[in-house]
């Protein structure tokens, strides 16, 4: 069984920093581009980062980039996002997202991924 397990959420307050981890178990994602999602109460589940297989190629939402970065490192089959500048309308529920073997790129589009943690809760207030 597949699991990608993210970790590091919380409450802090605005203008604080964060870093959420992804980690992967039951597979490797080498091959795969990785992103990060987040939804927030009585909102749709929006894009917030992706990284290609390799960490070369990254691709960010409008409203995170310069804040946030994304990266991996395949040899620990992890995916970070370190999150600066937190404002309370990065509140939500943060979700780790892998697309499928031989996937390489990156991709904004959720329904490019085929597998996804359980989500971390990260609160900013202000």
């Known amino acids: 069984q597949v699991l990608l397990i993210e970790s590091g959420g919380g409450l802090v307050q605005a203008g604080a920093s964060l870093r959420l981890s992804c980690t992967a178990n039951?597979?490797?994602?080498?091959?795969?581009?990785m992103g990060w999602f987040r939804q927030a109460p009585g909102k749709e589940r929006e894009f917030v980062a992706s990284?290609?297989?390799?960490?070369?190629?990254?691709l960010y939402a409008d409203s995170v980039k310069g804040r946030f970065t994304v990266s991996r490192d395949n040899a620990k089959n992890t995916v970070s996002l370190q999150m600066n500048s937190l404002k309370p309308e990065d509140t939500a529920v943060y979700y780790c997202?892998?697309?499928?073997?031989?996937?390489?790129?990156?991709?904004?589009?959720?329904?490019?991924?085929?597998?996804w943690g359980q989500g971390t809760q990260i609160t900013v207030s202000s």
């Open positions: 039951g597979r490797t994602f080498k091959t795969s581009g």
């Open positions: 990284v290609d297989w390799n960490g070369g190629s990254l």
């Open positions: 997202a892998a697309r499928d073997f031989y996937e390489y790129g990156t991709s904004r589009f959720s329904r490019d991924y085929n597998y």
